[in-house]
């Protein structure tokens, strides 16, 4: 009963740009931890950039200085600003939370335990 949407993928020449939107619906009562994995064909799934409840960043060394992640908290999203963009961020890219759900009990609303949950990937295409 939550879900993560990926959005704003698509094909864009070398140098250019994308903004990459996730939006955690449903029974969403808390979200921790986020982040950006991708995977290029016949290579492992690798951690783009995370962000913290607290709003700390963390970035794998190839997009550093190039990608920028952060997150609207009120409203349950988390983007990837992506310039100066290379064929090799040619990926599908997913996103992923530690998401604690809403549960209604015969005692009333009850918070779930941290669970991570992703979204289904959006492909990003880097391409003359």
């Known amino acids: 009963q939550v879900q993560l949407v990926e959005s704003g993928g698509g094909l864009v020449q070398p140098g250019g740009s994308l903004r990459l939107s996730c939006v955690a619906s449903?029974?969403?009562?808390?979200?921790?931890?986020m982040g950006w994995y991708r995977q290029a064909p016949g290579r492992q799934r690798e951690l783009v950039a995370s962000v913290s409840k607290d709003d700390l960043t963390d970035y794998e060394d190839s997009v550093k200085g190039r990608f920028t992640i952060s997150r609207d908290s009120a409203k349950n999203t988390m983007y990837l600003q992506m310039n100066s963009l290379k064929p090799e961020d040619t990926a599908v890219y997913y996103c992923?939370?530690?998401?604690?759900?809403?549960?209604?009990?015969?005692?009333?609303?009850?918070?779930?335990?941290?669970?991570?949950?992703w979204g289904q990937g959006t492909q990003v295409t880097v391409s003359t």
């Open positions: 449903g029974k969403v009562f808390s979200i921790n931890s």
């Open positions: 992923t939370a530690e998401i604690s759900a809403l549960a209604r009990t015969g005692w009333g609303p009850s918070a779930l335990p941290y669970i991570d949950y």
